[in-house]
């Protein structure tokens, strides 16, 4: 399961920047100017996982293949791109084609890089962002509604439910909030992802501070400079930071981060955050071949996980021979694994856990 995050906020706030940092690329031309972005920039990137690197001590296989995560840089939106402003409709349609948003919001001051209303303001810009996409999705919604009145109207139960929904998410866009604060039971969740809305995709908030504020800035007062809730998922980073960071050898970076009492990268805190965000995990398959981490949503049972590898492991799926990862690795592999009873054979039901080392059995 390939996770796709767009970056999405106003011109000149460093998504670029953090782009690059993020891909280890220079594919994002960063400028000093509204709309260097003009199409998408897409960066496939793996996802750091230190589990992975302990099990292929272990198991020495022939390839090592981490999770993959997939960023796209968005052009940046201005005041007015629901109505075309700008490069709006550019904007929105590309954000409707990722799993969940990245907003990154300017906290560094300093005149020497343009913004775009003037004055740095992060709860303003937010807002600038959020308001676009809730007007878009109302404008999609009040199109839908009439069509689903005449629907519902003949008795059509289906259409009944999905015209609650569609009614329950539309009061909270009027109301100013995002589709994703609405209370929807789970059923009604299932009916709200068929109307593919921007605001109903989990954001996470990149707080873009300048390399004295790490220090002093920290996610609590990130939260409050953007008016956020304190559930909100919000990171600091210094994309110019991370972007001379990935100019240096692992140990070296490490090093530099210390200097600013950065333990992580802001690409680790990231997918960390997106991850809780959208609810996914990590399982492994771990064998002479290769040894492998799988995305899935948490909640998944075992064929649904087996699924991911492939469609005909699920279909014909048998069990799942499964040891958590710490007793792997505290055991020393597979093998002492089993001798010592941390192997388990799990059934159809069984709700694959983080970490899980897994082996399907199936047949077709």
Same mark, same amino acid.
């Given at each position: 399961?390939?996770?796709?995050?767009?970056?999405?906020?106003?011109?000149?706030?460093?998504?670029?920047?953090?782009?690059?940092?993020?891909?280890?690329?220079?594919?994002?031309?960063?400028?000093?100017?509204? &709309?260097?972005?003009?199409?998408?920039?897409? !960066?496939?990137?793996?996802?750091?996982?230190?589990?992975?690197?302990?099990l292929a001590d272990l198991v020495q296989p022939e390839k090592i293949i981490p999770a993959?995560?997939?960023?796209?840089?968005?052009?940046?939106?201005?005041?007015?791109?629901?109505?075309?402003?700008?490069?709006?409709?550019?904007?929105l349609a590309a954000i409707r084609e990722v799993d969940a948003l990245c907003e990154v919001?300017?906290? &560094?001051?300093?005149?020497? =890089?343009?913004?775009?209303?003037?004055?740095?303001?992060?709860?303003?810009?937010?807002?600038?962002?959020?308001?676009?996409?809730?007007?878009?999705?109302?404008?999609?919604?009040?199109?839908?509604?009439?069509?689903?009145?005449?629907?519902?109207?003949?008795?059509?139960?289906?259409?009944?439910?999905?015209?609650?929904?569609?009614?329950?998410?539309?009061? +909270?866009?009027?109301?100013?909030?995002?589709a994703i604060t609405a209370p929807l039971p789970a059923d009604e969740e299932l009916i709200?992802?068929?109307?593919?809305?921007?605001?109903?995709?989990?954001?996470?908030?990149?707080?873009?501070?300048?390399?004295?504020?790490?220090?002093?800035? *920290?996610?609590?007062?990130?939260?409050?400079?953007?008016?956020?809730?304190?559930?909100?998922? =919000?990171?600091?980073?210094?994309?110019?930071?991370?972007?001379?960071?990935?100019?240096?050898?692992?140990?070296?970076?490490? +090093?530099?981060?210390?200097?600013?009492?950065?333990?992580?990268?802001?690409? *680790?805190?990231?997918?960390?955050?997106?991850?809780?965000?959208?609810? #996914?995990?990590? #399982?492994?398959?771990?064998?002479?071949?290769?040894?492998?981490?799988?995305?899935?949503?948490?909640?998944?049972?075992?064929?649904?996980?087996?699924?991911?590898?492939?469609?005909? &492991?699920?279909?014909?799926?048998?069990?799942?021979?499964?040891?958590?990862?710490?007793? #792997?690795?505290?055991?020393?592999?597979?093998?002492?694994?089993?001798?010592?009873?941390?192997?388990?054979?799990?059934?159809?039901?069984?709700?694959?856990?983080? !970490?899980?080392?897994?082996? &399907?059995?199936?047949?077709?």
């Amino acid at each position: 399961m390939a996770l796709r995050i767009g970056i999405i906020g106003l011109p000149n706030v460093g998504k670029s920047t953090l782009f690059n940092a993020l891909t280890r690329t220079r594919g994002a031309q960063a400028a000093n100017y509204p &709309f260097c972005t003009i199409e998408p920039n897409v !960066g496939i990137v793996e996802v750091p996982d230190e589990r992975l690197k302990k099990l292929a001590d272990l198991v020495q296989p022939e390839k090592i293949i981490p999770a993959a995560i997939e960023f796209v840089d968005i052009a940046g939106l201005v005041r007015g791109a629901s109505k075309g402003e700008g490069l709006g409709n550019k904007f929105l349609a590309a954000i409707r084609e990722v799993d969940a948003l990245c907003e990154v919001v300017r906290l &560094f001051p300093g005149n020497d =890089v343009i913004h775009v209303e003037g004055s740095v303001d992060p709860a303003r810009d937010r807002e600038t962002v959020e308001v676009e996409l809730i007007l878009s999705d109302m404008d999609s919604l009040e199109k839908r509604q009439k069509k689903l009145q005449s629907e519902a109207r003949t008795g059509d139960k289906e259409k009944v439910k999905e015209l609650v929904v569609l009614e329950k998410i539309l009061t +909270a866009l009027k109301a100013g909030q995002m589709a994703i604060t609405a209370p929807l039971p789970a059923d009604e969740e299932l009916i709200a992802k068929q109307f593919n809305l921007l605001t109903l995709k989990p954001v996470v908030y990149a707080a873009n501070v300048a390399e004295d504020q790490l220090h002093t800035v *920290s996610i609590h007062e990130a939260r409050r400079q953007l008016k956020l809730p304190d559930t909100a998922q =919000v990171i600091t980073v210094s994309a110019k930071i991370e972007e001379d960071v990935q100019e240096l050898p692992e140990e070296e970076a490490a +090093a530099f981060l210390k200097q600013f009492s950065v333990n992580s990268s802001g690409l *680790s805190q990231l997918i960390q955050a997106a991850y809780a965000a959208l609810g #996914y995990q990590t #399982y492994f398959t771990a064998g002479p071949q290769e040894v492998r981490a799988w995305t899935i949503r948490k909640g998944w049972t075992a064929p649904q996980a087996a699924g991911v590898i492939h469609t005909d &492991f699920e279909k014909g799926f048998i069990r799942a021979e499964t040891i958590a990862y710490q007793d #792997y690795v505290t055991l020393g592999g597979e093998l002492k694994a089993k001798e010592a009873g941390k192997m388990r054979a799990e059934g159809k039901e069984y709700v694959v856990r983080d !970490g899980d080392v897994m082996h &399907f059995r199936f047949n077709v």
